[in-house]
């Protein structure tokens, strides 16, 4: 069994053989909202990259994954001239967990995450070149899209993948979710698994698996769970779903969405089983400058898919920082 092992002086990040954080590099701690301990890291380009870097890209994972889930990510976007900033959300990653059962993926409300956002920018803007492209995936993306809607001007443009604007709750219609949401919560259960579901992260195979369909990185991901055990987190609370739920339907708002002028791209998993893709493509259509973008037979997690399907991911990418920071051609004499 592979050993983790400590890269950063100051935040640890974790590595194992074939994920190791990609040099150039360094985990912090920042305060969030309530004075929370999160955790943060910023990469920069080599100079043999990129003399100057192209601008900044702010990283934002789903729910559940921490910074380590894109290191190879964040190496694609070393290796185009970007600096990087990635977080761990509270609740998630070696960020301060909100129960003291770590697995339990727990929210209490929308404001701690956007002011926690906030101030991951406020901490690190002045060591952050632009301009910035926002990246996001899944809870990410919906905060991110948030953000935007909120008034934040600092960014040239984002990338939202498979955003978390309507979560599905299978055969349980949504008026039904939030009827048994709101009963919990009020009975003082908001941190209980929703349906004493504990979905033990470590009990997981990708036989079973409805986020990727590439097992090579399906696996390395399982090698950091088990390597670093404190990085996993379990089954959402009836807090999170709420959280959830209600984090989707203010993004929705369609005042809120035109409201957002720079360029967004939405790309959108088409075998989703966790959000609505027809969602995606609603919001995406009432963006002023949006864009929207589905994978055939892309899962969840496009940017942990096979490498044709997350290849467009890229492209999209790179389309979108063409856009904002072209790249200069040069020619001989």
Known sequence: MNRAQTFAAHAPLMGVPGAAPPPGGDGDWFRGAGGMRLRAALWTPSPMV???PRGTVVLSAGRTEPIEKYYEFIGNLLARGWCVLAHDWRGQGLSARLL???LKGHARA????????????ETYQARMP??????????????????????EDRFAA?????PMLRVKTGKRSMWSVKLALRWNIRHGKAGDYVLDDVDDPFDHDFEGNTLTSDAARYDL???????CPHLAVGAPTYGWLAFAIDAGERALKPKALKAVKIPVTVVQADRDELVWKQTSRWAAKRLER???VEIPGARHEI?????????VFLQEFDALADTVAPVLETTGA
């Not at 995450?113 to 920018?121: C, E, K, T, V, W």
């Not at 984002?158 to 498979?162: F, I, P, R, T, Y």
């Not at 991901?221 to 390597?227: H, K």
Request: proline share 3%; with cysteine; charged share 25%.
């Open 290 to 292: 949006g864009r929207y």
């Open 110 to 121: 929308v404001e701690e995450f956007l002011d926690d956002y906030g101030r991951l920018l």
């Open 221 to 227: 991901w399982r090698q950091q769970l088990f390597a």
């Open 303 to 311: 940017i942990m898919e096979a490498d044709e399907m997350r290849g």
């Open 158 to 162: 984002a990338l939202l993948s498979s």
């Open 130 to 151: 632009q301009p910035w492209i926002m990246v996001g995936h899944s809870m990410g993306a919906c905060l991110n899209l948030l953000t935007l809607e909120a008034g």
């Open 100 to 102: 003291p059962d770590r």
């Open 50 to 52: 990129a003399k100057t």
